[in-house]
């Protein structure tokens, strides 16, 4: 049975590791760094992604400049907002938590983001420094999912990765990651004809559909490692709520080698990559 990539601890470690940095510049540079989280509207779920963001700030020494504006706050209110964050020296990440209202263009929001703040890594300009090779702020979830496999010493020079989704803030800078380690990488989505003749070839699958249960054992090669970056939010046959990842966890498991909980794997992974970014931003800014 599968060994786990444990997300939850190797997160963990990053935090401490970076709240002793940040206790050592601190001292130098007289003030920790901050990260400012945009909230707009009340949707639960960004609510709750948030608070957990800020609880890990809070945990390292990251200072937290979060705005919550209603749901009827206006796009030109809220560009003034990041023009002024953009300027404030005590800010070095800026990030919008989507998803937005529907009267907001998210895609402006976050063009107007300085790049060096942008610690999500979404900005078009980083995410042009992740194509051509060059050093910038990468994409938090696909950052995590490497730094896990990298803790792990998972071979991935050369080995066939397959990355089942295509979205903009997982699956394509995740398959361009997996290519900058020297991985050969095909990227499968919604439109891919027999994804398990895809999916059997992986010595690395990486599953970020959000369809749980999408990927079984029979289409998992056998001693593949297995990363599940999926989160949804089923209801079991007893009628209960709980999160499961786009893996069917206990038959994949039997198969595997490696494989990440949900929760527990890259959940937490991603957090500590927003952390992490910050801080280089911070360092970054400070350096001189
Ligand atoms: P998305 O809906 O934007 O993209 C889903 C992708 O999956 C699309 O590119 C689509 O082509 C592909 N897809 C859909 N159905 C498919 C199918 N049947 N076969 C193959 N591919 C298919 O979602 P996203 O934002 O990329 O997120 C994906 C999942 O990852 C979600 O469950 C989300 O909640 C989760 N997520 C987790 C974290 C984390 O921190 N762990 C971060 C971001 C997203």
Redesign the pocket.
């Given at each position: 049975t599968a060994k786990i990539l444990d997300g939850k601890a190797l997160a963990a470690k990053i935090q401490k590791e970076l709240a002793a940095t940040i206790t050592e510049s601190q001292l130098k540079i007289g003030r920790p760094p901050g990260l400012a989280v945009l909230m707009v509207g009340d949707n639960p779920a960004s609510a709750a992604y948030i608070s957990n963001k800020e609880r890990a700030c809070a945990k390292v020494g990251i200072a937290s400049f979060g705005k919550h504006f209603p749901t009827q706050t206006s796009q030109t209110e809220l560009e003034d907002v990041i023009a002024e964050l953009n300027q404030d020296e005590q800010v070095n990440g800026i990030l919008v938590q989507l998803p937005l209202p529907k009267h907001l263009d998210a895609i402006s929001l976050l063009h107007r983001i300085a790049p060096d703040k942008d610690a999500d890594g979404l900005h078009p300009v980083n995410l042009g420094r992740l194509v051509r090779g060059e050093a910038g702020l990468r994409s938090c979830?696909p950052a995590g999912v490497i730094r896990l496999l990298e803790e792990y010493k998972i071979p991935l020079l050369g080995k066939q990765a397959v990355v089942?989704?295509?979205?903009i803030?997982?699956?394509k800078p995740m398959a361009l990651m997996l290519l900058e380690v020297d991985a050969t990488v095909t990227i499968?989505?919604?439109r891919?004809q027999d994804?398990k003749t895809i999916t059997q070839n992986a010595d690395i699958l990486i599953a970020?559909?959000?369809?749980p249960g999408?990927i079984t054992a029979q289409m998992v090669k056998l001693g593949a490692v297995v990363v599940d970056?999926?989160?949804?939010r089923i209801t079991d046959s007893s009628g209960k709520s709980r999160l499961v990842g786009?893996i069917d966890f206990s038959t994949t498991a039997m198969v595997a080698e490696y494989i990440t909980p949900v929760p527990g794997g890259?959940?937490p992974m991603?957090v500590a990559m927003l952390l992490q970014n910050t801080v280089s931003s911070y360092l970054q800014a400070t350096s001189n």
């Open positions: 979830t089942v989704g295509r979205s803030l997982v699956g499968a989505h919604s891919t994804l970020a559909a959000g369809i999408l970056v999926g989160i949804n786009d890259i959940g991603t």
